[in-house]
């Protein structure tokens, strides 16, 4: 099932920003260790190579298009990856805009990426698997100068979590349990 989410004011998304902030900073302030979170996704294979995928109280399907053997149901993994990253985007560009007390009018995030499939299947061992090159295009209109949304997007650059991901090596731990 889609969830829509509602349009909010300004004014709504200034309080609930101030809530978060202080909240946080107030739980951080009376423990450090509070400031750390985890998270978990868990998926089941359905479909031809597609996924249902758990995190927290929430459910989506992920596969991938016919020419890559799948259903064409949902967005590919790598579709979601850049989903993530966009959407963080806007989460952290609503965030610091508020901060800085920079006025957004518009917000448009667009990502665009190549990807060889040789990686993928192993044709040539040299090409990368995943994206060779990631384009973010930020569109945002507003009464403030220009100076003004290039000190957002420093702001932005260097905060977003997902943009961390992408852009700095993060060390993953796979563990492999066969049963028998």
Not at 18 to 27: M, N, T
Not at 101 to 117: Q, Y
């Given at each position: 099932m889609t969830q829509t989410l509602a349009e909010t004011s300004?004014?709504?998304r200034a309080e609930r920003l101030?809530?978060?902030?202080?909240?946080?900073?107030?739980?951080i302030g009376q423990n450090t260790a509070s400031a750390s979170l985890q998270f978990r996704a868990t998926a089941?294979?359905?479909?031809s190579v597609g996924s249902t995928i758990r995190a927290g109280r929430h459910e989506f399907t992920v596969d991938e298009p016919a020419a890559l053997a799948g259903d064409d149901v949902a967005a590919s993994p790598v579709e979601y990856a850049l989903g993530a990253l966009i959407s963080c985007q806007v989460v952290v560009y609503r965030l610091y805009a508020h901060q800085l007390?920079?006025?957004?009018?518009?917000?448009?995030?667009?990502?665009?990426?190549?990807?060889?499939?040789?990686g993928l299947f192993g044709i040539e061992e040299q090409v990368r698997p995943g994206f060779g090159d990631v384009r973010l295009?930020?569109?945002?209109?507003?009464?403030?100068a220009e100076e003004r949304y290039a000190e957002l997007q420093a702001a932005v650059d260097a905060h977003c979590p997902v943009l961390?991901?992408?852009?700095?090596?993060?060390?993953v731990?796979?563990?492999?349990?066969?049963n028998s």
């Open positions: 300004i004014s709504n101030d809530s978060a902030g202080s909240a946080w900073a107030e739980r089941d294979p359905v479909g007390g920079i006025s957004i009018d518009s917000l448009d995030i667009s990502a665009d990426a190549d990807l060889d499939v040789r295009t930020v569109e945002v209109s507003g009464p403030d961390d991901i992408f852009t700095n090596p993060t060390p731990t796979t563990t492999l349990r066969v």
